[in-house]
Structures are given as structure tokens and as C-alpha cells.
């Protein structure tokens, strides 16, 4: 996996050390679609960077049908940032048959999870995580860019037509930034 780096690593963020329950080279299509193992090579690895904030990636903790807890150590912060991701959805037909240009992303606001924060003095807090708002799929693609997160990797600026090594479509062209997943050469 890739110590990706997008910058310098801000001070006012520190990552926390927790035991996943996989490691990201011994993810196979019992545990993700073919489509997700295709890209595992470009995930988050090792010390990375994120939009300036930290993370240690060893083992990634991979949820699906039932509860799962991580315990970190005791922990004072003002915020915490997950960097996650989703699976696609299976493609939904409706009653015609017909399936969704929009397949595989979830519908938008569906619930998809909930982080639950235990606290010391034993209370806890309930945060929400819907499709496209909190999380995204790994794939996403022009159009779908959720609504409370950002992926992973930072857009870049378009460089003029006479300084960007390959041509830039129309339509990506009138938004003038890229992004990995839309930018051949850098990576999804």
C-alpha cells in the first residue's frame, strides 16, 4: 500500500493507533467486489497524509453486516477525522427492470453506518454515516462527490492547454480542477 503524502502534515492533528482486523493485502472477493480489490494498490498505506492531517494505516478495521468495536486509547480532541471508504452497492433494478445511471453508490442519504463514542464518564454519542454525505464510495466518479467529506486525495488546478501533458476533455476542462480519480497519470 501507498504512504501517500499530499503535503505537509498539519500539528493540530495526530493520528490514533488501533488494531483493524485486516490488512489491506489480505483483502480478497469474500471480503470486496472486484471492482474495490482492482484498486487496493492505490489505498492509503502506512504514514500518510491526507489534506494535511495525519493517519497511521497498518490494519484497516472492514465492516459489513455486524457491529464492530475499536478501542483506542484515551483520547481528549475537539474533532476526529475518519479516512473511510465504501464498497459499491449491488446495481437495484426497479419494477421495469431498469437500473440506475447511478449504480453501485448507494442512494443519497441512506444509511449506511454509525460511529458510537464511548466516553469516560460513560456516556455516548451517535453520529450518522449516510451514502454521500459522510462516505463515499472508493469509485466515485464526476457528479457524485459527497455532500460532508472529501476523498481522499486533494483536486489539483488544470494547467493552461500548451502546459498539461495530455488533453483534457470538454467537460472536464470547465471545472478547472482535477482530481486523482479523474486525472490518468496520478492514480485512482
Excluded at 488544470?158 to 486525472?183: F, L
Aim: aromatic residues 10%.
Amino acid at each position: 500500500m501507498n504512504a501517500i503524502q499530499d503535503g505537509p502534515a498539519s500539528s493540530l492533528f495526530s493520528p490514533i493507533d488501533f488494531d483493524g482486523d485486516v490488512g489491506l493485502r489480505d483483502l480478497d472477493d469474500r471480503h470486496v467486489s472486484p471492482e474495490m480489490l482492482a484498486e487496493i494498490e492505490h489505498a492509503h498505506g502506512g504514514d500518510s497524509v491526507a489534506w494535511g492531517i495525519p493517519f497511521r494505516i497498518r490494519r484497516v478495521l472492514l465492516v459489513r453486516d455486524e457491529f464492530a468495536r475499536v478501542d483506542i486509547s484515551p483520547t481528549k480532541a475537539a474533532w476526529f477525522v475518519f479516512l473511510h471508504t465504501s464498497d459499491t452497492r449491488p446495481d437495484e433494478a426497479n419494477a421495469h427492470g431498469f437500473v440506475s445511471p447511478m449504480h453501485g453508490i448507494g442512494k443519497l442519504g441512506e444509511h449506511a453506518a454509525d460511529y458510537v463514542f464511548f466516553y469516560g464518564d460513560g456516556s455516548t454519542e451517535r453520529a450518522a454515516v449516510r451514502r454521500r454525505h459522510e462516505i463515499g464510495t472508493f469509485d466515485f466518479r464526476w457528479g457524485e462527490n459527497c455532500t460532508r467529506s472529501v476523498p481522499a486525495g486533494k483536486p489539483r488546478p488544470i494547467r493552461p492547454p500548451s502546459q498539461e501533458p495530455m488533453a483534457i476533455r470538454w467537460g472536464r476542462r470547465q471545472k478547472p480542477a482535477m482530481t486523482a480519480r479523474s486525472n490518468p497519470g496520478r492514480g485512482p
